[in-house]
C-alpha cells in the first residue's frame, strides 16, 4: 500500500477499520476507529501525507463472514478463522 500510495500521489483513501460481532458494540466502534487510526498513523510515519487519508470505524456492521454462517460451524478452529477474518482494516480509494 505504501508503494501503491507513493507512486500514485493524486489518490486518496479512506481507512476503515473492522471488528467481529462479538462484544459490545460501542465498544467495537471505538476498536475499530482505533484499529484504522492505527493504520493512518502508520501510513504517515512511512511519508505518506496525512491529506490523502481518512479513517472511520464501522464496528461489527460489515461483515465477511455473517453471524449466521459462523453458526453453522461446528469445529472451534474455524470458528475462531472466521471471528478473525471479521477484524481487519481495509482501504478504499475515495478519488
Do not use: C, W
Amino acid at each position: 500500500l505504501i508503494g501503491f500510495l507513493k507512486k500514485n500521489k493524486d489518490i486518496k483513501i479512506e481507512l476503515g477499520g473492522h471488528t467481529d460481532s462479538r462484544g459490545n458494540e460501542n465498544e467495537n466502534i471505538t476498536l475499530s476507529k482505533d484499529r484504522a487510526e492505527s493504520v493512518y498513523n502508520y501510513l504517515i510515519s512511512k511519508g505518506i501525507n496525512s491529506n490523502r487519508m481518512t479513517y472511520k470505524g464501522y464496528g461489527s456492521s460489515h461483515p465477511v463472514i455473517d453471524d449466521q454462517t459462523i453458526s453453522l460451524l461446528t469445529d472451534e478452529e474455524e470458528i475462531k478463522k472466521a471471528h478473525q477474518t471479521n477484524r481487519r482494516t481495509i482501504y478504499k480509494i475515495i478519488k
